[in-house]
């Protein structure tokens, strides 16, 4: 493998000349940055960190580069190749096409959502804002480095994911009320709206503000085909509805979206989707949009969308809430984002103690155990992590849980891999980093399997392999 000094930092460098063992375990970087302010420090920074480090100034280096030391990640300075961003990202697909797996794409530059959208949509898996949060690079870079290409919770690529299986994209994640800014860039600040493809089956997961953009998406996906969509509500709270308004999808007659939930806190579902809709709040009331709008209030707690078995649980969160969970052929799917956990587990749960005598499990009240029983198992699980354990002191009896007792439920229900959802507003990209590395903790002391992630707007997972039985 050839290295020139420019483009190999000189500590890398020289371990690959001299066939140091470190060539086979180092993972390389590829840094596309024309800024050489920014290049000096992140250079040697990530030298410190066991980085092989390959320098680009510009896009069309960049691309040579990839081609001759196939990266496993790439840094580039979004404004540097985003003239050319789809045929940045395009090109290294078709390299990965003969040289195995595409590299882990992180754009970086200015703390602005629409041009991480952007960029997300190009097929980058990750967008970091300037100046850097080292903090939060340290802790990206480490997961890299740890799981390897191609783990699981990162976006296929351009073109990818978009075959058979069961995919699940992350367009809201925020809890109570949109939260924009520079601070909430990394974890987004829309409110609840998740999408479930399960083969050809579109389920929307609450219609939060995040619905907003998958409309627009759903529009450029289908152009002149009908689009048929099927929106399960866990409740009628403005930050799993409010988006649903600017649902461009509704406004086209040739579209089919059936909507599933319960009873309003005070009147029915259909009424209470509807008055959101009315003058004053908004000028195009429900029944003049073109779009083809079922409105099903559920009666029962088993039901079935397009063929997919789901199963519905009441949450404890003021009015009526429900828990929903999805059966998939690649696995189970469970989402309750506003639910205050009956039985504070935390203090038991994180002691250094193997397990809990199955007494103590017994004793735990109906609902909590009713609840364990209903996600046992889940493949993922979103779940409402709004407060730490210091927060939720000041918050009892508001119907949002804290990270710990989030944790804490997962792990006793045995869930495999869990998703920290509705993100307090206040909540910065650093605090939610914070929480998760706390509830990773909790997990690695009861030397649990278990996988923590915070729910990330923009993000996608990939359900690929039976987990669980149907119901
Ligand atoms: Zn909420
Ligand atoms: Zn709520």
Known sequence: MRCTPHEVSNKACLSLETGDIQETSMKTVLVVESEPSVRSRLMPWLNERGWRVLDAPDRQRALALAREHLPDLILCDWPS????????????????????????????GVADGAERYNALECGVDEYLPKPFNYHLLDQFLARVAGSGKGQPGFKPGPGGGQGRGTRLKFWGVRGSVPAPGGDTVHYGGNTACVEVRVNDVIIVLDAGTGLRR????????????PIHLNLLITHTHWDHIQGFPFFLPAYNPKNIISIYGYEGASQGL?????????????????????GNINIRELKEMDFDVCGVPVKAHFLNHPGICTGY???????????LPDVELFQRLRDRWTAETNAVPAQERQSAPEEDRSLVDFIR??????????????????????????????????LHAGVKRLYLFHHDPDHTDEQISRMVARARQMAASRHSDLVVEAAREGSEVLLTAPKSALP
Not at 378 to 406: F, P
């Open 270 to 290: 259909h009424d209470t989707l509807c008055s959101q809709m009315e003058s004053p709040y908004f000028p195009i009331s429900m029944r003049q949009l073109p």
């Open 325 to 335: 969970r999805l059966f998939t052929p690649d696995g189970s799917i469970s989402f």
């Open 81 to 108: 190749v985003c003239d050319h961003g789809t045929g940045f990202c395009h090109g290294l697909e078709a390299l990965s096409d003969l040289a195995g797996p595409r590299p882990v794409i992180v754009a970086t």
């Open 214 to 225: 998958l409309g627009l998406s759903l529009m450029r996906e289908f152009g002149d085909r």
């Open 377 to 410: 198992g889940s493949d993922i699980l979103m779940l409402d992590a709004q407060y730490d354990a210091a927060e939720y002191e000041r918050h009892v009896g508001w119907g949002h849980s804290c990270v710990e007792d989030s944790v804490a439920f997962a």
